[in-house]
């Protein structure tokens, strides 16, 4: 799952336009910002397969962002940082809270099961990587659902459609790109990778909506 998180994060802009998009996008990777940095640092591990199926990713270790129990304390730390640094409402809070825990329940859907229940626990995943094919429908489905809500949200507002078209053909052409590209193998190269493509992420949908939020309730 890589551009398909993004649906939640489009979606909670949607129900609580007061958040930037911004925080949204970054909070629906944030569970993946905090894996690539422990990757880079050597925390959590990554090895890759280039004959598995959908995702060469095998993901041995990951207890500290994608356990249950980690996942909760990170949505509990957006819900707390955007409440607290971002003085956004408590409604407004508990939304990037939800869009954070987003990314743990559609992980599950995809990855073959290495999300532990708890730290050393049982692990669980739907495995849908095993059919590339349905996994990258649902990705792009789910994406159209969360750009859907958010478009007509906008155009609610009287937002034009435009930025927001380009931001959704820029997550298209994201997940094109990523189904070209192979990792080299080097777990650290990944892991940098990954969170500079994050942090661009978050930095365009801050462009996209700029100064806009501060008047939708
Ligand atoms: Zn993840």
Do not use: C
């Amino acid at each position: 799952m890589f551009v398909g998180h993004y649906a939640a994060a489009l979606a909670g802009k949607a129900i609580a336009p007061r958040a930037p998009l911004w925080t949204y996008i970054g909070a629906a990777q944030l569970l993946d910002i905090g894996w690539s940095s422990l990757v880079m640092a050597g925390v959590e591990k990554v090895r890759f397969d280039p004959a598995l199926p959908g995702s060469p990713l095998i993901l041995d270790h990951m207890p500290w962002t994608h356990s249950l129990p980690a996942a909760i304390v990170w949505s509990l730390a957006g819900l707390v940082l955007a409440r607290w640094l971002l003085k956004l409402p408590w409604g407004t809070a508990l939304v990037v809270g939800l869009v954070v825990f987003s990314h743990w329940a559609t992980d599950w859907l995809v990855h073959r099961p290495d999300l532990e229940m708890w730290p050393g626990g049982a692990k669980v995943g739907l495995a849908l990587w095993n059919f590339p094919g349905a996994e990258k429908t649902l990705e792009m489905a789910l994406i159209a659902l969360g750009g859907s809500a958010w478009l007509w949200k906008r155009g609610k507002y009287g937002r034009t459609a435009w930025p927001a078209m380009l931001f959704l053909g820029f997550l298209a052409a994201l997940q094109i790109i990523g189904e070209f590209s192979a990792p080299t193998g080097d777990a650290f190269a990944f892991g940098r990778l990954g969170l500079s493509v994050y942090l661009l992420v978050t930095a365009v949908a801050w462009l996209v909506d700029r100064g806009q939020h501060r008047d939708e309730a």
